[in-house]
């Protein structure tokens, strides 16, 4: 299955910052996604990145909010942006692989404060 | 929302088999059933997936209803390692998104 490398694994901010989240992965993809996970709460998608185009956003979720980019084949990142502490969360990309379904990053631990 | 559901727990004595229930009743005939798992704090982990017939890997066996309707997730021998929470997910595979539900929080007790 594809190893993905997610950077950073913790951080905490200040309100009103913005933090940038990189997703990096030894193998070309279609598609990466992204997650969010609230303190004791399920996974939830922000949205997909397609390489070349923009990306799809899931209901309540918005670019300017979350701005993601995905310049090639092998790499994304998501931007949290004008943080507050509503914001802390676990952030995780995810791609899909032949054979293993998808595969998941070990994700963002962001806290605001 | 999710499409699937799963008892929000469950307990298993160490060493004996894990059966893991999920309901998927409006599942279509193009769309696979995942089981990941999340171990506290990391990204979840693929365990298993199938379409309509039995699966077995290193990991799990999978055990789909023949209407596809339900299946069960079996870790035959579980360890306190195996303490998770499992989530079971429809998916056509390939390039569409997962939908997480709740999943089943799986305590493995000594």
């Known amino acids: 299955s594809a190893v993905i490398s997610q950077k950073p694994s913790r951080d905490i901010c200040q309100r009103g910052t913005s933090l940038t989240i990189q997703c990096q992965v030894d193998?070309?993809?279609?598609?990466m996604f992204w997650y969010r996970q609230q303190p004791g709460q399920s996974l939830t998608l922000i949205a997909t990145?397609?390489?070349?185009?923009?990306?799809?956003?899931e209901s309540g979720f918005v670019i300017d909010k979350f701005p993601i980019s995905r310049p090639n084949l092998t790499f994304s990142t998501l931007t949290v942006s004008n943080m507050s502490p509503e914001d802390s969360s676990i952030y995780l990309c995810s791609v899909s692989t032949v054979g293993y379904g998808y595969t998941f990053g070990s994700g963002t631990r962001l806290t605001v404060v | 929302d999710a499409k699937t559901t799963q008892p929000p727990s469950m307990d298993c004595a160490e060493g004996r088999a894990a059966n893991l229930p999920c309901n998927h009743s409006t599942i279509s005939g193009n769309e696979y059933v995942y089981w990941y798992r999340q171990i506290h704090s990391q990204g979840p982990q693929y365990i298993i997936h199938?379409?309509?017939n039995n699966e077995t890997n290193e990991m799990a066996s999978l055990i789909i209803t023949e209407d596809r309707k339900s299946s069960t997730l079996i870790l035959p021998h579980a360890t306190l390692r195996d303490t998770a929470v499992y989530y079971c997910i429809e998916s056509n595979f390939g390039n569409e998104k997962l939908t997480f539900g709740t999943g089943t929080r799986l305590t493995i007790i000594p």
């Open positions: 193998s070309q993809v279609t598609m």
């Open positions: 990145a397609n390489q070349g185009s923009e990306a799809t956003y």
């Open positions: 199938g379409l309509k």
